[in-house]
């Protein structure tokens, strides 16, 4: 699995199956989101509704193959362990990585090239922009769904069996 800048200077790849595949309307989400598409020529990263979809996987199924040093980190708090990795040839949003012991990383779905997992489920929809159409297609979660958290769960326990 590919995911590339919209300049193509910057590639990220991933191995074996995604964890997961949601879209996340809570508030960082969305303000996150906004920083990055106000930077200039910044394609957008969130989807119509408000909501932005990611796909996740292992931090250590994931590299960057490409454009390592065009990387920048943007956090919307100074202190906050989230990362919002925008790739600076083209200020396309690449990935959410995390300081602390998260052992995954949230591709933004937008940027996977080829064919694409589809979003499993919505979650934090509490925080949607009021008017907000959330499309029902999937389970719709007010806040983090305990199947979310249950399939990161899984990954975190496949790693430390080194599967
Ligand atoms: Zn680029
Ligand atoms: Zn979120």
């Known amino acids: 699995m ?29 303000e996150g989101a906004r920083q990055i598409e106000a930077l200039p020529n910044a394609p957008l990263v969130r989807d119509p509704d408000g909501g932005t979809a990611y796909v996740l996987y292992r931090k250590d199924r994931v590299r960057c193959s490409r454009g390592t040093e065009l990387l920048k980190n943007c956090k919307i ?11 600076t040839c083209c200020n396309s949003a690449m990935l959410l ?16 090239q080829g064919e694409v997992a ?5 979650i934090c929809t509490k925080f949607a ?4 159409k959330i499309p ?11 199947r979310f958290i249950g399939k990161l769960l899984r990954a975190r ?3 430390l069996l080194g599967r």
């Open 157 to 159: 326990i496949a790693m």
């Open 97 to 112: 990585s995390f300081d602390d012991s998260k052992h995954w990383v949230d591709l933004y779905r937008s940027r996977i």
């Open 129 to 132: 922009p009021e008017g907000s």
């Open 77 to 87: 708090r100074p202190k906050s362990d989230t990362n919002r990795v925008v790739a």
């Open 2 to 30: 590919i995911a590339r800048c919209v300049c193509g200077s910057v590639e990220f790849e991933a191995t074996g199956a995604p964890i997961n595949c949601v879209a996340c309307y809570c508030d960082d989400c969305q």
């Open 136 to 146: 029902n297609d999937v389970p719709v979660y007010p806040g983090f769904s305990v």
């Open 118 to 122: 589809p979003v499993q489920m919505r």
